[in-house]
Nanobody, 119 residues
Framework: VQLQACGGGLVQAGGSLRLSCVAA???????????VDWYHQAPGKERELVAR???????TYGDSVKGRFTISRDNSRKTVWLRMNDLKPEDTGAYFC???????????WGQGTQVTVSS
């Protein structure tokens, strides 16, 4: 199983982007039973969790993105999205998706997709 993240780009402050994370090679039961997170790593800083989608459909968000970002998933397509609205320059950085499935002992990172927000 590999996580393939895409959708980053250059956008002006106040703009929007939608990131995608596809679990290539995954089967439905594995993906649907996995928690999938999006992390943000700003230049020179550590990765921080911005959004989480759990197996029961619960979504949680970091304080800095609440009300602006929305995580969603489609288990049949083995895909998780991160819709980012009202982007700010401090949202600039690499975004990584992360899949955890304790039953199958899986902990995977995607390759990251770069988001740059200009002021």
């Amino acid at each position: 199983v590999q996580l393939q993240a895409c959708g980053g780009g250059l956008v002006q402050a106040g703009g929007s982007l939608r990131l995608s994370c596809v679990a290539a090679g995954s089967i439905f039961s594995v993906f649907s039973g996995s928690t999938v997170d999006w992390y943000h790593q700003a230049p020179g800083k550590e990765r921080e969790l911005v959004a989480r989608s759990t197996t029961d459909g619960t979504s949680t968000y970091g304080d800095s993105v609440k009300g602006r970002f929305t995580i969603s998933r489609d288990n049949s397509r083995k895909t998780v999205w991160l819709r980012m609205n009202d982007l700010k320059p401090e949202d600039t950085g690499a975004y990584f998706c992360n899949l955890v499935n304790s039953y199958y002992n899986l902990h995977l990172w995607g390759q990251g997709t770069q988001v740059t927000v200009s002021s």
